[in-house]
């Protein structure tokens, strides 16, 4: 079964064209546009990832992480940001993030990311551990 | 808020959508380039497909250009953005490279080549990031006053514990000019009050200056 990869973010060119080249190589991706819809977009059926822009209006990427993290602990997250400067002192929810990704993003890199990201959460709920 | 803080708020939000355009790009231009391969030369000629795969990587390579703009542009937004008197550990090899960057336009009109020396660590100074890109503009100032022609190389180092910027006038047909220039020119003008720089020569270690920026009693001393 393909992985579900949930998007969020509201540049919504960017995030359509991350999509269909994800699908290309064979990820599920789904895409929403902002973060409220981005949880509950992930309540129904819990996402292999999420990736999340951290600056979304209403709800911020990092809300959405710490929400999402209540919800399922070994759920991987990935956040992009468009700003250089992520405060990652440890009591962030950025600390929470499985990583964070500048934009604009090498594919490559953002795919290995993905696919560590997926290694690390099978890991963490095959031992009920923490991400 | 101050003009400087007015500043680096909209350059930092600016240069959020610039990341975000520049991320736009860089996404249709590789979905463009998987789709090509997909075609496999089906759909495209081949003298067609090499092209547009040749196309699309100088897209790639000026996306990345963009976005090494960028982080040295939001850099100069974190700067800015300091308190006002604000002298928190700024990273003066990271200074060095923005500068680079920054003032790379500027360097090829007046023909100067600007390079970043490596380090290979951080070097931590006390000092607002603006006054040293400032002083390192005014060390620019110079060699251009003399025609430019000079390939200038800017590392972040130490001399005597002290932690600053080496200057080098590596090459180039003005190069004894720009030398002349800057061992007449040991202070800086322009900081603002409470910070000096001098920019010293450094003899023993070859024709290089060495930019020191420090904290001063006496207003722009």
Redesign the interface.
């Known amino acids: 079964m393909s992985l579900r990869i949930l998007l969020a973010d509201d540049e919504k060119e960017f995030v359509d064209t991350l999509a269909e080249r994800l699908s290309l190589r064979g990820f599920a991706p789904y895409v929403v546009y902002d973060g409220i819809s981005a949880l509950q977009a992930a309540t129904p059926e819990k996402p292999d990832v999420v990736v999340l822009d951290l600056f979304m209006p209403g709800l911020s990427g990092d809300e959405v992480l710490r929400r999402l993290k209540v919800l399922y602990p070994d759920l991987p997250v990935i956040l992009l940001t468009g700003h250089e400067a992520v405060d990652d002192n440890g009591t962030n929810p950025v600390a929470q993030a499985f990583a964070c990704l500048t934009k604009p993003l090498s594919f490559n890199v953002f795919l290995e990311t993905l696919q560590a990201a997926v290694r690390e959460g099978k890991e963490c709920s095959a031992t009920g551990g923490k991400s | 808020m101050n003009e400087s803080q007015c500043m680096a708020r909209l350059l ?1 939000s600016a ?3 610039m ?2 355009v ?7 231009a ?2 463009a380039q ?1 789709l090509a391969t ?1 075609a496999g030369g089906k759909t495209v000629a081949a003298p067609g497909a090499e092209r547009l795969s040749s196309a699309l990587s100088e897209v790639q390579r000026s ?1 990345i250009q ?2 090494a703009l960028s ?1 040295a542009m ?2 100069m937004a ?1 700067a800015g953005g300091m308190e006002p008197g604000g002298a928190g550990p700024c990273d003066l090899a990271r200074v060095s490279r923005s500068f680079c960057l920054l003032a790379a336009r500027q360097a090829r009109a007046a023909q100067i080549h600007l390079t970043s020396g490596e380090t290979e660590e951080p070097v931590w100074a006390n000092v607002p990031p603006l006054a040293v890109l400032r002083s390192l503009l005014e060390v620019f100032d110079l060699c251009a006053s003399v025609g430019g022609q000079v390939n200038l190389r800017l590392t972040a180092g130490r001399r005597q514990k002290e932690e600053g910027i080496i200057v080098e006038a590596l090459e180039g047909a003005n190069r004894e000019m720009a030398l002349a220039a800057m061992t007449g020119s040991p202070m800086l003008d322009g900081m603002r009050p409470g910070w000096r720089a001098v920019l010293m020569p450094w003899r023993d270690a070859g024709p290089r200056f060495f930019l020191s920026i420090s904290a001063c009693d006496s207003e722009g001393e």
């Open positions: 930092a240069v959020h959508d990341r975000n520049l991320a736009v790009i860089r996404e249709s590789g979905l998987d997909l996306i963009g976005a982080e939001d850099f974190q």
